[in-house]
């Protein structure tokens, strides 16, 4: 009796709602705790990031001008996708990171509510933080909060889905379009949420998922002239200076998020503050009268 | 709706000439323009000075008190207008700057920090009491050290001042209800650089928020503007505000580094050029101070055939020059609908006749100094390179001084996106006219540009208002109105305009960090 | 905006000569107004005389450019007058001030008081048809109105208070132009508010439009409300500013007024002699 070969995967890059390879031919390998090979993975090159800030850009019109409501249906729409397959990441975060399976389910499983809480988010953000400004002319004012357009969210290497999923969402749900960096040492789970957002209602281009090397794509990330944003939540001082340094080239904002490992799994970061990393405020004016 | 009505026969007949009125010919259509000339003239109405003296020489302001800088270095201030020396100024460097950020540490630590905001608040009250009662001197001295008109220092900038003071006084001791959630706490010492357009309207939008939500100031003014500002620490003395709540280091450039640099200041504020915000931001890298940039703007007007077309040309008039066009959120790129723009051409060309250029202190200025001699150099420059580039030069027929900084109101016709004087910012009374065809071409070239801070759109119909306020990316839009200010109205840009906002309630979060 | 603007003329400061020069223009371009049941030929008659000598001779005071009547007191203004006086009859008419009367009653009227010898005719437009989108019996009316004025120069008053919004106001001034009018004025005096400084602008406005279209220079006349000499320079600031030195003329711009002028004599009596004036100083109307 001859024992059946297991089908190997390739992790590939998500980018514009597709799942190309790198353009570099690249790949690097993902290992087991304990050193075993588990699959490749793409392993993103700057012309990768270039492309992805491209399909970004694209989808950034269409993304913020759908209603705030439509977004919200559809990030609901995200986690719905995402407990119908949480087995299959559970698996995923468990075998790449060596975790107990009732430890990666938690994991899956509050990723699933942060989506659910951030999608709510969507049509209340403004309200909460937008303002009807007296001004003392006859004039009637207001200020509210709009998408910056294409934001870099890098995600840190522990917990890899639960952590990229809060740091993407509150971005994505005003209106921006991402580029996440996943985790450097655990990226397939980032991969295979990539294949479920894949399937999920979100429009192509609005996450696109590099796995690789973060470092290497730093300084093409600080230094590119169409990124509005950069989130980091990678956790790396060396990194987080680097990026830093793209403010000074076309006044990037830039925000850094890094909460105890610990407190990922907690309320704390269901942040609606953090939704304003990401948006730019416009004040508009026009006379009262007849 | 308009009834189309047919004009009927004009001929009056002359049977009682004695008494009649001649009839008005009718002027041939190439003869017809408006003369604008000295028929009734207004005599000069200067604003009266001599009861304002400045003194000499100006020191630094630290700890509640004026010191002599270390280096016993002074620079002149001289007034735009005539070139006349006003005083001068001490040249802080980097040991003054020092020991002005500890006394700001300590006032932070001892004083301000402790204090509950409602106390706070009654200082900013008091202040804004202050600045009320000395309005009409500050609207002078600013008037004399920037060459701005008295008109709009006393009319727009200095009852601003005021009016920011009174506005952030209030949220000293409401702050938590602009954070919902959270529990803002100040930062500590806010080390703020600001430019020569405004000088105190400036000072009062950084000092302001940041002193009611706690934190103390370092501020350094602008090397040409720095007389107003002293005399608002003056101001800060007789209001009795706690020794080194607010310090003002006056300098150069270099002055405004060190600040930047200094370990001890926990936050940043600038309101300036791109190009120096870019290099304050790499100095702030890695530092964790936290950093808010109003930079600059190439703002578009955009006019659209349904406007209402003389509203319209005020609101472009305001845009672009107001303030001699030193601002950095001017309507300084016209965007007309081609259907109009023979008219609003027209129309300009009259209205540039009536802005009155000369003496600032003199009432009925509309156009005053230009506030340096570099930034004269570059108007020139900017519109020689856009004559040079094809565009047609129309300029107000007024006559300069014959001494200090001047440049008469001025357009282009004919520009296009490609031209340099559509791209970079000029900062001077200079308007680049353009055309586009519908709404989405108005807003694309709008957007068009590194900039976001503000841009002005002008239709009859809101619906179509809505619209384009949308597309704009901008920090601030003026619909059917332009260059409005309010201490409640939040202002500051999108993309290389900068980031963070200063006033009204989101401005608030620029000066707090959230628990 | 209109109001903006407006507000912006008021910031000008007229001063030594130029607020001399500035009150003498006033008084050239003023019509001097008695609008009352009461009015008689006796009353009349204070009006002429302190049209045809405002003020002492000293103070070389032009005349005024007219008095403004009601119909039946046009013919004791002119015998008062004379053939050749330089200051002119102005008729109210037209029904004035509501204009709710038949048509051929309001042609009648201005006939004569032309008649009469008036050699201005200030007609009111029908309100009620703008109002109700009529505007085509506006039109009609005026030009109507205009030949029964005959050689007589048409001024025609908009009611700004009851049209109320400035597009109104800008809709009715461009009627009134295209049907004849030599002039457009703001009001009767008898509706509150009466002349404002915005709504002259918008006229002012489409007078500016009107030229540029025609070749035809139209008169403006704000009228009711001015009340003193600041005010009236202020009205003078927003011509020079929006239409310019052409319209700086009585040919082109007047004054309805009645105190109005004393303020303005005892303005330029202080300009002169440097003391603050009292009114007993100066004769009434």
New interface residues.
């Given amino acids: 009796m001859s024992t059946r070969l297991d089908v190997k995967k390739t992790y590939k890059l998500f980018i514009g709602g597709k799942f190309p390879r790198s353009e570099s031919g690249r790949y690097l390998p993902a290992k087991s705790p304990a050193g075993g090979q588990l699959d490749n993975f793409a392993h993103a090159s700057r012309k990768d990031f270039r492309d992805a800030v491209v399909a970004a850009r694209a989808a950034v019109d269409g993304w913020s001008k759908a209603t705030a409501y439509n977004r919200g249906q559809i990030l609901y729409r995200a986690a719905e996708m995402l407990q119908n397959r949480a087995t299959e990441l559970v698996n995923e975060i468990a075998r790449s990171t060596g975790v107990s399976a009732a430890k990666a389910k938690r994991e899956v499983t509050l990723a699933i509510d942060r989506l659910v809480h951030f999608a709510g988010w969507t049509d209340k953000y403004s309200q ?2 937008s ?1 009807v ?7 009637f ?1 207001f ?1 509210t909060p709009e998408p ?1 357009g294409v934001v870099v969210v890098l995600a840190p290497d522990e917990p890899s889905l639960l952590a990229l999923v809060s740091l993407t969402a509150p971005v994505i749900l005003s209106g921006n379009a991402a580029i996440v960096i996943s985790s450097e040492k655990f990226p397939l789970p980032a991969a295979t949420f990539a294949e479920i957002l894949a399937t999920s209602d979100l429009p192509g281009g609005v996450v696109n998922i590099l796995t690789g090397k973060r470092g290497e794509l730093v300084p093409h990330i600080a230094g590119h002239m169409d990124v ?1 944003a950069i989130v980091d939540g990678a956790g790396v001082p060396d990194i ?2 680097k990026l ?2 793209g ?5 990037k ?1 830039y925000a850094k998020h890094s909460p105890a490992p610990a407190d990922w799994f907690t309320a704390k970061v269901e942040d ?2 953090w939704i ?1 990393d990401t948006v ?8 009262i ?2 | 709706m308009k009834t189309k009505l047919k004009p009927i026969s004009r001929k009056v007949s002359a049977k009682r000439a004695v008494a009649t009125i001649a009839a008005q010919p009718v002027v041939p259509l190439k003869e017809r323009r408006l003369t604008f000339g000295g028929k009734w003239d207004y005599a000069p109405a200067p604003e009266e000075s001599r009861n304002y003296v400045i003194t000499p020489r100006h020191e630094l302001f630290i700890n509640g008190k004026f010191v002599k800088p270390r280096s016993g270095k002074y620079f002149p201030s001289i007034n735009p207008a005539t070139e006349e020396k006003l005083t001068e100024i001490a040249a802080a460097d980097e040991a003054d700057v020092d020991k002005a950020v500890k006394a700001a540490r300590r006032a932070y630590e001892k004083v301000w920090s402790k204090m509950p905001g409602r106390e706070r608040g009654k200082y900013l009250y008091r202040i804004a009491r202050i600045i009320q009662e000395k309005m009409r001197e500050l609207a002078v001295l600013e008037s004399m050290d920037g060459g701005k008109p008295i008109k709009e220092t006393r009319d727009v900038d200095v009852p601003l001042v005021a009016a920011h003071f009174f506005y952030h006084a209030g949220w000293a001791d409401k702050l938590k209800y602009a954070f919902p959630g959270r529990t803002p706490r100040p930062l500590g010492v806010a080390g703020q650089i600001i430019p020569w357009n405004f000088p105190l309207l400036m000072a009062a939008w950084k000092i302001a928020p940041a002193i009611a939500c706690g934190n103390t100031v370092v501020i350094k003014p602008s090397k040409t503007t720095s007389i107003t500002l002293l005399r608002l620490a003056q101001i800060f003395q007789e209001a009795e505000l706690p020794e080194g709540v607010v310090n003002v280091v006056t300098g150069s450039s270099e002055t405004g580094t060190a600040m930047v640099k200094h370990p001890d200041v926990n936050k940043i504020a600038f309101t300036g050029s791109t190009e120096i915000g870019k290099q304050l931001a790499q100095l702030c890298v890695g530092t964790g101070k936290k950093l808010t940039l109003e930079l600059g703007g190439k703002a578009a007007n955009i006019v659209f055939e349904d406007a209402p077309i003389d509203q319209a040309i005020e609101g472009i008039i305001a845009g672009i020059y107001f303030n001699m066009g030193h601002v950095c959120c001017a309507g300084s790129r016209l965007l007309v609908q081609e259907g109009i723009y023979p008219k609003v051409v027209r129309k300009l060309r009259d209205r540039i006749q009536t802005l009155r250029l000369g003496n600032p202190l003199d009432k009925n200025t509309d156009i005053g100094a230009i506030n340096n001699k570099p930034q004269l150099e570059k108007i020139r420059e900017l519109v020689q390179c856009g004559v040079a580039e094809g565009a047609e030069l129309v300029q107000s027929s007024c006559t300069l001084p014959e001494r200090g900084y001047w440049y008469p109101p001025t357009f282009l016709t004919g520009v296009t996106a490609s031209h340099r004087v559509a791209q970079e910012e000029i900062f001077g009374p200079v308007l680049s006219v353009m055309t586009f065809r519908t709404p989405e071409e108005g807003f694309e070239r709008a957007n068009n540009t590194p900039y976001g801070l503000s841009a002005g759109v002008w239709t009859d119909k809101g619906s179509k208002i809505f619209k384009i306020v949308n597309q704009l990316r901008a920090g601030v839009v003026w619909a059917n109105t332009y260059n409005k200010f309010d201490p409640t109205s939040p202002f500051g840009g999108y993309k290389e305009s900068g980031f963070g906002r200063e006033g009204g309630l989101q401005g608030l979060a620029a000066y707090c960090r959230l628990d | 905006m209109a109001e903006e603007r407006a507000a912006a003329f008021t910031k000008r400061s007229i001063k030594t000569s130029a607020k001399l020069a500035g009150l003498k223009m006033v008084v050239s371009m003023m019509d001097l107004t008695t609008l009352e049941g009461k009015d008689t030929p006796g009353k009349v008659a204070y009006l002429c005389r302190k049209a045809l000598q405002p003020a002492d001779p000293k103070y070389n005071v032009p005349t005024c450019a007219a008095v403004c009547v009601y119909p039946n007191m046009v013919k004791y203004a002119r015998k008062f007058l004379g053939e050749n006086s330089p200051v002119h009859v102005a008729s109210v008419a037209t029904g004035f001030p509501s204009g709710q009367f038949p048509l051929p009653t309001k042609l009648n009227e201005v006939r004569r008081a032309v008649a009469d010898g008036a050699d201005e005719v200030d007609m009111v437009i029908n309100r009620c048809a703008f109002l109700a989108g009529d505007h085509a019996k506006v039109f009609d009316e005026i030009a109507a109105t205009k030949e029964a004025s005959g050689p007589a120069h048409l001024k025609v008053i908009l009611e700004t208070g009851e049209l109320v919004t400035y597009d109104n106001v800008r809709l009715a001034s461009e009627i009134a132009m295209q049907a004849g009018a030599d002039f457009i004025k703001t009001s009767t005096g008898k509706v509150s508010p009466a002349a404002t400084m915005p709504v002259t602008l918008v006229m002012l406005e489409a007078i500016r439009d009107y030229f540029f279209a025609t070749g035809v220079r139209i008169g403006m006349k704000p009228a009711g409300g001015i009340r003193n000499a600041k005010q009236a320079l202020h009205y003078l600031v927003m011509v020079k500013e929006t239409l310019g030195d052409d319209w700086l003329t009585p040919g082109l711009f007047r004054f309805g007024a009645s105190t109005l002028l004393n303020d303005v004599l005892m303005q330029i009596a202080k300009t002169v002699d440097g003391n603050y004036q009292g009114p007993d100083y100066f004769s009434l109307p």
Avoid: C, D, M
Avoid at chain 1, 133 to 139: E, G
Avoid at chain 1, 247 to 251: D, G, M, P, R, V
């Fill in positions: 909460i933080f303002s400004n007296p001004v003392a002319t006859s004039h004012n200020t910056t509005n987080s200076v830093q340094a403010t000074a080239i076309n006044l904002r609606p503050y304003l730019e405020f416009k004040t508009a004016w026009h006379p009268g007849v």
